[in-house]
């Protein structure tokens, strides 16, 4: 779902450690794991709590934040018609322009609104609605350069909780979890370049990886991990993956030739192993089940929500180290030092050290007023943004200078 819902690949793999400010251009960030190399930041707030540098109201919906060249990249909805793209000046907060298309709210058993998050890449900016509207804007102006209905124009079928899949941009390609395996349309034009069969897709954004030399994608379908190459869409393996409700909505983890997957509604979650075409389970349990966000990985653990429970993992077991009941369903990041970013359900900012031993907290501060925040916050030169589902959305200040 929301993901409540990717960006420039510059190498397919992570990067070393970086002290300096680092932009967000995508979903989970530049290396597609929620992790950010910033480091030199501050959680030192007080009892005060952070400053707040500014606040808008965008419109209901879960999408993310996407932070590039200055500029702040959000969406929402409005008056249950008409979704919204918003730029805004990152130090400022003053709109810079928006892009607006009709999207009902589409409001089915949670508060429906805009599910995935726009992406930065090349001076263009990707957004897909959750009924199929696709554009490519130009991101100084919001111009639309190209766009395309995936639903009416190319006959993707909707799934049930609607399209949700950021877009990755490799190469010259603009890449979505759309259809049974992906669907690639040409970043500068929207001309398809590889597209697979057009059944129900899962609500997760495409992960790269590489495995024994190989690039890969990992598309979370709806009842299957799907791997596809990114040059032309061929599947490269697949393994069976199936909810009560036919949600998967939490990207998966790769790393090296293991893939860690959680999904809610009674599945959870469970590690594999996969070597050329052979897929095999590691061990699978319910200690985690992410229904609508992403974990992340420090040193070995697995941290992140399962239901309205935060814990932590050990990967190579699947066993709980421990859990926290006090955030409520909330959503995560991270930063490159293992300083977890949280927000909880009610709003709460939580930073807490990525400790398997306990969960240890460094500092806290209520941000938002309202509930519902299940959007993952970003860490971004030396700010925090976060939103919750009404559309309250803070930029706040933990550069600690």
């Excluded at 069976?240 to 030739?257: C, F, H, K, L, S």
């Amino acid at each position: 779902m929301c993901s409540p819902v990717l960006c420039v690949l510059i190498v397919l793999g992570i990067a070393g450690p970086s002290a300096f400010a680092a932009d967000w251009p995508c979903y989970r960030g530049p290396n597609h794991n929620g992790i950010s190399q910033e480091t030199d930041w501050s959680a030192n707030w007080g009892t005060s709590g952070p400053k707040v540098l500014w606040q808008k109201s965008i419109g209901i919906g879960f999408s993310t934040t996407a932070v590039a060249d200055g500029r702040v990249y959000n969406m929402g909805n409005s008056d249950k018609k008409t979704d919204i793209v918003y730029c805004f000046d990152a130090k400022t907060g003053q709109e810079l322009w928006k892009h607006t298309y009709p999207s009902p709210l589409e409001p089915k058993y949670y508060d429906g609104g805009t599910l995935s998050t726009p992406t930065v890449a090349g001076g263009k900016v990707y957004t897909l609605g959750k009924m199929g509207d696709f554009f490519c804007l130009d991101a100084k102006t919001g111009k639309v350069l190209w766009q395309k209905q995936l639903n009416k124009e190319l006959g993707f079928e909707l799934p049930t909780w609607h399209f949700s899949s950021s877009t990755l941009i490799v190469d010259d390609k603009a890449i979505l979890n759309i259809g049974t395996g992906g669907l690639a349309l040409h970043k500068d034009t929207g001309a398809v370049v590889w597209q697979s069969d057009k059944g129900k897709c899962g609500y997760a954004t495409p992960v790269p990886f590489t495995m024994d030399g190989r690039p890969g994608l990992a598309l979370f379908g709806e009842v299957t991990l799907v791997a596809v190459s990114p040059t032309d869409g061929k599947r490269l393996w697949e393994y069976p993956w199936r909810t009560q409700y036919e949600v998967n909505a939490a990207d998966p983890i790769v790393v090296g030739n293991q893939v860690f997957l959680t999904t809610g509604y009674k599945r959870g979650c469970g590690l594999i192993e996969v070597h050329g075409a052979d897929v095999k389970k590691i061990w699978e349990n319910r200690v985690m089940a992410m229904q609508i966000n992403s974990p992340v990985l420090h040193e070995g653990h697995v941290y992140g929500f399962d239901e309205n429970v935060f814990k932590c993992l050990k990967l190579q077991d699947g066993s709980e180290q421990w859990a926290d009941r006090s955030l409520g369903k909330g959503a995560l990041m991270m930063s490159a030092d293992g300083r977890l970013i949280i927000t909880s359900e009610r709003g709460e900012l939580v930073i807490a050290k990525a400790d398997p031993q306990k969960f240890d907290v460094l500092a806290r501060a209520q941000i938002l007023t309202k509930t519902r925040c299940w959007t993952s916050p970003v860490l971004a030169n030396g700010r925090i943004y976060a939103r919750n589902a009404a559309g309250d959305f803070v930029c706040v200040d933990v550069s600690g200078k």
